[in-house]
């Protein structure tokens, strides 16, 4: 063996050794969308520019990484679980899905309801799980360990579903110069919504960090705050009015209870350190969306400025 081809072959078996950790992925599934709110009830087209609002709520995440069981049911696994109806219809349950790696699916929909609320997300119930460990191991913890109990710190799940009220005068913008009073911003609601399925709130490694006077105490979350952070009634959320930082500038948290309408609140420093406190490798902060926006901004700019110089 020449001293390169065994260098080639270290370097092989520690490829092997170490799990290597992938950008998690979220698809969203409109099957149970039977009240029109992301499809045209009458043609059964999307509507596309709210769907897109979602993959943009989805890209906040982007930056997580993780290694996600695939979920894959062989000949004598079988697995379900039941999803509350994104659109408020009968309880669904769901049989024998398959999920790729590093991927959660989330069920979408939305419904008229009382005005005020603007949405919630649920993780599935009655999960059930038969065949192979490896398989059961997959669907209910996606081959994290340790991820329930007192002491958890990890999480892994399959997805979710999410609801909207189509009540709510929604603003459906991504330029957040479109926002107003009165209208509550439809990204803003999805990324936290997203954020509940991802464990914030809900997983056992959540409920594990917080103190018996109701503060969270997550590494990475200490860190961010400078102390211990308050959490709301529920230990759901970060408490009301939190503050943080967002692109280096003051923000209320995403992850506290509510958001005025007419305003965009994007995860702060310390909504990603309570992600990573639950056990999600948050390796990269992903881009800004302003600075998306400004990029994009400038580049019109000067396209327009080249075509200004051109001879007439
Ligand atoms: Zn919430």
């Given at each position: 063996?020449?001293?390169?081809?065994?260098?080639?072959?270290?370097?092989?078996?520690?490829l092997?050794?170490?799990?290597?950790?992938?950008?998690?992925?979220?698809?969203?599934d409109?099957?149970?969308?039977?009240?029109?709110?992301?499809?045209?009830?009458?043609?059964?087209?999307?509507?596309?520019?709210?769907?897109?609002l979602?993959?943009?709520?989805?890209?906040?995440?982007?930056?997580?990484?993780?290694s996600?069981?695939?979920?894959?049911?062989?000949?004598?696994?079988?697995?379900?679980?039941?999803?509350?109806h994104?659109?408020?219809?009968?309880?669904?349950?769901?049989?024998?899905?398959?999920?790729?790696?590093?991927?959660?699916?989330?069920?979408?929909?939305g419904?008229?309801?009382?005005?005020g609320?603007?949405?919630?997300?649920?993780?599935?119930?009655?999960?059930?799980?038969?065949?192979?460990?490896?398989?059961?191991?997959?669907?209910?913890?996606?081959?994290?360990?340790?991820?329930?109990?007192?002491?958890a710190?990890?999480?892994?799940?399959?997805?979710?579903?999410?609801?909207?009220?189509?009540?709510?005068?929604?603003?459906?913008?991504?330029?957040p110069?479109?926002?107003?009073p009165?209208?509550?911003?439809?990204?803003?609601?999805?990324?936290?919504?997203?954020?509940?399925?991802?464990?914030?709130?809900e997983?056992?490694?959540?409920?594990?960090?917080?103190?018996?006077?109701?503060?969270?105490?997550?590494?990475?979350?200490?860190?961010?705050y400078?102390?211990?952070?308050?959490?709301?009634?529920?230990?759901?959320?970060?408490?009301?009015?939190?503050?943080?930082?967002?692109?280096?500038?003051?923000?209320?948290?995403?992850?506290?209870?509510?958001?005025?309408?007419?305003?965009?609140?994007?995860?702060?420093?310390?909504?990603?350190?309570?992600?990573?406190?639950i056990?999600?490798?948050?390796?990269?902060?992903?881009?800004?969306?302003?600075?998306?926006?400004?990029?994009?901004?400038?580049?019109?700019?000067?396209?327009?400025?080249?075509?200004?110089?051109k001879?007439?």
């Amino acid at each position: 063996m020449t001293l390169r081809s065994s260098i080639a072959a270290l370097s092989a078996a520690g490829l092997l050794a170490m799990p290597s950790a992938h950008a998690l992925v979220i698809e969203f599934d409109y099957t149970y969308d039977t009240k029109g709110f992301f499809t045209d009830l009458e043609t059964g087209a999307p509507i596309v520019e709210r769907r897109s609002l979602l993959e943009e709520a989805a890209s906040f995440y982007s930056g997580f990484t993780d290694s996600l069981s695939a979920i894959a049911p062989q000949a004598g696994d079988s697995w379900s679980v039941r999803i509350t109806h994104p659109s408020l219809g009968p309880t669904v349950t769901l049989t024998d899905l398959t999920l790729a790696a590093d991927t959660l699916r989330i069920y979408v929909g939305g419904s008229e309801s009382a005005p005020g609320v603007l949405g919630f997300a649920r993780l599935g119930s009655n999960l059930t799980a038969s065949g192979s460990d490896e398989f059961v191991d997959a669907v209910t913890t996606r081959g994290q360990t340790n991820t329930t109990g007192v002491n958890a710190t990890d999480y892994g799940t399959w997805g979710g579903s999410i609801w909207f009220n189509a009540a709510n005068a929604w603003y459906f913008g991504s330029d957040p110069a479109g926002l107003t009073p009165g209208h509550p911003d439809f990204l803003t609601t999805a990324i936290h919504e997203i954020g509940h399925i991802l464990g914030f709130g809900e997983a056992d490694a959540w409920y594990a960090r917080i103190n018996d006077d109701g503060y969270f105490t997550g590494a990475h979350s200490v860190a961010a705050y400078g102390d211990p952070v308050p959490v709301d009634q529920y230990g759901a959320h970060w408490a009301s009015g939190t503050m943080s930082t967002y692109a280096g500038l003051p923000q209320q948290t995403l992850m506290d209870p509510s958001t005025r309408s007419g305003t965009r609140e994007l995860p702060t420093v310390l909504d990603y350190a309570g992600f990573a406190d639950i056990g999600w490798q948050v390796s990269a902060v992903p881009e800004p969306q302003h600075a998306a926006l400004f990029g994009l901004g400038a580049l019109t700019v000067i396209a327009a400025a080249r075509r200004r110089r051109k001879p007439a």
